[in-house]
């Protein structure tokens, strides 16, 4: 069994010798200097960490980007504004109504090729045509101090990320109509990056639905982030859906909230604080019941890592991506309270909930934040 997925990426990384081809620092040591590429990714297995393989010998390598001075006319060859035009002459070729792609950020402990890797997983296990790979400098490393690095390293990338948004924002308003069909999925800090970012695009130029939805997976951000105009509000204006999934067993984002690091709920264990006075077009998404997921060697990835291997997100996302209304989704149940609709949850039983059996669950109490 052998794929292969051809991933667009953008980093500001800094480039190394040999296979790795990128390192944990900036290129040239500045945050705002990235370059775009491509890179072919195979699945030469089912191994849920290890099982898609970057070919680092089909890297090709754009001009550099300055993202202190931005032209929104320049294009490079694998950028996102190529991305998003590709996808809308596939669109426009294609009768089929699955056609769209992902843009993915990915989280913290993340290295380049690591990131290249799960893009494929990901556009491969949400049936998506197309994937682009934004990949910050991360550590790669789990512990506390590259943590503190990583949190560090995604808020200086934000004017690169948010240049390379910028590029793709005036040709998609340059388009007007055959918008082509495109998803944000963040996951984890990749959230942190987003929010930093979108606080840079001026606000004329975001102030449009641009996105299909936007998936906020296991989101390392204040779990108040989205009713804040200064966080991830902004979001809401650019994607016709926001979705939220939270895992309350996350071990991960419940070290970040406490008090050795940010001392504050993240959205990615609680869900969005006072969901019922946000948008109607946000919704949450509990998947504590079948976040649990496993290495290559059967180690935990410590309820992190759902958003690309429960078979149960993903039936539900792919879902989502197919259109099927929120109430309509197999294998999902509502939450207590609903919301008004816009509360869920995902049962370890899918019997049960395909079925209407079973209990809903209570969304968790109150989270509490001690004082500093």
């Known amino acids: 069994m052998t794929d292969r997925v051809r991933v667009r990426f953008a980093t500001n990384r800094n480039p190394v010798p040999g296979p790795d081809l990128f390192g944990p620092k900036y290129r040239d040591n500045n945050p705002k200097h990235y370059v775009t590429g491509s890179i072919d990714v195979y699945r030469l297995s089912n191994l849920p960490d290890t099982g898609w393989v970057p070919d680092s010998n089909s890297v090709q390598i754009d001009p550099p980007i300055d993202a202190s001075v931005f032209q929104p006319t320049t294009q490079n060859h694998n950028d996102i504004v190529a991305f998003a035009r590709d996808r809308v002459a596939a669109e426009l070729a294609s009768a089929r109504a699955s056609q769209y792609g992902l843009i993915l950020l990915p989280g913290f402990d993340s290295t380049f090729l690591g990131s290249m890797s799960r893009a494929a997983q990901v556009m491969s296990n949400y049936k998506a045509a197309d994937v682009f790979c934004f990949s910050w400098p991360s550590q790669g490393k789990l512990d506390l101090a590259s943590y503190k690095a990583d949190r560090d390293a995604a808020a200086k990338s934000a004017n690169a990320v948010a240049d390379s948004l910028r590029r793709l924002f005036a040709v998609l308003r340059a388009l007007k109509a055959n918008l082509p069909v495109l998803h944000l999925v963040p996951h984890s800090m990749g959230n942190y990056a987003l929010q930093n970012a979108v606080q840079?695009?001026?606000?004329?130029?975001?102030?449009?639905?641009?996105?299909?939805?936007?998936?906020?997976?296991?989101?390392?951000?204040?779990?108040?982030?989205?009713?804040?105009?200064?966080?991830?509000?902004?979001?809401?204006?650019?994607?016709?859906?926001?979705?939220?999934y939270k895992n309350g067993g996350d071990l991960a984002l419940s070290l970040s909230g406490s008090i050795l690091l940010n001392n504050y709920p993240r959205l990615g264990q609680w869900g969005p604080r006072d969901l019922s006075k946000l948008s109607k077009t946000v919704n949450s998404i509990d998947c504590s019941d079948v976040g649990s997921t496993q290495g290559d060697d059967g180690g935990s990835h410590y309820g992190h890592q759902y958003y690309r291997l429960s078979p149960w997100v993903l039936n539900d996302v792919v879902q989502v991506l197919a259109g099927i209304p929120a109430n309509k989704i197999a294998g999902r149940l509502p939450a207590i309270p609903d919301e008004g609709g816009r509360a869920w949850w995902i049962p370890y039983d899918s019997g049960a909930a395909s079925s209407g059996r079973g209990k809903p669950r209570k969304n968790e109490g109150k989270p509490t934040r001690r004082k500093k």
């Open 200 to 244: 840079l695009i001026p606000a004329k130029e975001r102030n449009t639905l641009l996105f299909e939805s936007a998936f906020l997976m296991a989101a390392d951000v204040n779990y108040d982030a989205l009713s804040k105009a200064s966080e991830l509000k902004p979001l809401i204006t650019l994607a016709k859906k926001v979705l939220v």
